[in-house]
């Protein structure tokens, strides 16, 4: 009788896992709203990647997006959504596939791999969803990215000490609660 509960087990407790960890995306930049492109969320993706694999954490980047894009305060943009659904999904992916790789490591050198991980997969996601925007307000390409600089040197600076200094910690605290079934696979 076990046998028969294994994969059921193991497809509750993903849906879990994806369940509180987009809740916990949703809550921090709820909490953070007031503090532009400063959020927690891209750090709980791409942990949630790393230990649970790429598919969890870029279901885990989409569904957030989904829900605190579909009710923002800041308004509502269908091609906006789906270009910041995709892209958070990528921190989801890229800490999936590193997660493979092993453990963790600790230490000055593996803070500073996620930090340029972190700002470098910020730098992506802030030019996709610039050059989106701009495309879908009619704003030129140019005029947009040159205007969102000031945003993207805050979300992508704070996103390197985020992930300096945040992904061995939450990947360990994490770990620690969730059986060794359910991680990246």
């Known amino acids: 009788m076990a046998a028969n509960r294994g994969p059921f087990h193991s497809q509750a407790t993903r849906a879990s896992i994806i369940a509180v960890m987009t809740a916990a995306c949703i809550i921090s930049n709820y909490l953070l709203i007031g503090v532009f492109n400063v959020k927690l969320m891209d750090l709980i993706v791409f942990s949630s990647g790393f230990l649970f694999g790429p598919a969890v954490g870029a279901s885990i980047g989409i569904l957030s997006w989904l829900v605190y894009g ?90 390197a000490a985020f992930f300096f200094f945040g992904v061995q910690p939450l990947v360990s605290a994490v770990g ?4 060794e079934s359910a991680k990246n696979g």
């Not at 999936?96 to 092993?102: A, D």
């Not at 500073?112 to 390409?141: A, H, M, Q, R, W």
């Not at 620690?176 to 059986?179: D, E, G, K, S, T």
Request: proline share 5%; glycine share 14%; net charge positive.
């Open 176 to 179: 620690r609660l969730i059986p």
């Open 70 to 159: 579909t009710i923002n305060p800041y308004g509502f943009s269908l091609p906006i959504l789906v270009s910041t659904s995709l892209m958070e999904s990528l921190y989801g992916v890229v800490g999936g596939f590193l997660g493979t790789k092993g453990r963790i490591g600790r230490g000055l050198m593996s803070n500073l791999k996620f930090g340029i991980i972190g700002f470098l997969l910020t730098f992506i996601y802030d030019l996709v969803t610039n050059i989106v925007t701009g495309l879908s307000t009619g704003i030129p390409v140019a005029v947009t990215i040159i205007t969102g600089i000031p945003f993207a040197i805050l979300h992508e600076s704070s996103n």
